[in-house]
């Protein structure tokens, strides 16, 4: 399942670029000349196009200008990182003038490398490890950096960037988010381990090439600076929860990047975090009328419920998640 950037981005959306737009943009550009363009289904918050020409392939991908762009440029500069660090990340071609992004209609477009292989399943053991391993790796690649504490409370913020009719769009919504925020800030954050993120990495971003052996992580267009369990919270959603993911937590732990008294301390309280960022998303789009990236508007409906479930659930079930059992 996709999941939103932590964003504020509430900009009027500026309409899609045509298919004509971005063949022309990589004919000017990147010298594409003749390529075959072609829509994939659209993400959240950007539109993706297939590349072809001869035997090669590329993705192109737009994003509106603006604060989401200059995410976009920091995603693409984490995943040419993670790609020389031996992990496929479609990172970057760079343009005839030496860009990461060129502008086109009022987005910014870049053309991506090619990763090959399957999406990953959540549900699968065997798939979780790889996911737990090609996350520690590339949070490694990234290394890590200390933040002062006023830093640190503020990135845990989120009521101030929505308005009120968003917040108060159901009634349960304010008060959840509020106590998320507020067991945040007893955990105290700056002691977490902060560093670059992939920002969204959700089950269907990862790459398994069964021909190389190699798990790849791709779509780093949510890339920002916080603890590494926002990531690791991220994936946990889509693999059961913490009872669910104990294949995947147990090999990102594997990896050293993270200590496990660090993740038994405070992985629920980003999950918290995580589901009331759900929230406010998924009421905001509801608002709006806003069906990109999901079939019908039962998919924002069923989004928004499923973080009304965690929030809400029985104080019980907020205990500190556990060490991942096993080897």
Partial sequence: ????????????????????????????????????????????????????????????????QGAEAKRFRYGLELSAKAEAAGVPSGAPVISGGGHMTRPVKGHALALLRWVEGRELDARDETDQKRMGTALARVHRVFGARPVERGYAAAQFELLAHYADEVVDSRPWIRSAVEAASERLRRLRPETLTWGPLHGDPAPEHFRFDSDTGLCGLIDWGAANVKPRLYDVATVVMDAGGPEGAGPLLRAYLAERALAADELERALTQLLDFRYAINALYYAERILRGDMTGVNDASGNEDRLEEAHRWLTRPAAGRRTARRPAGP
């Fill in 1 to 64: 399942m996709s999941r939103p950037p932590d964003s504020d981005d509430t900009a009027p959306s500026t309409p899609t670029p045509s298919r004509e737009d971005i063949a022309a943009a990589l004919t000017s550009h990147w010298g594409l000349t003749g390529a075959e363009v072609a829509p994939l289904m659209g993400g959240m918050n950007s539109a993706t196009w297939t590349v072809r020409r001869g035997a090669t392939r590329w993705v192109a991908k737009t994003v509106p």
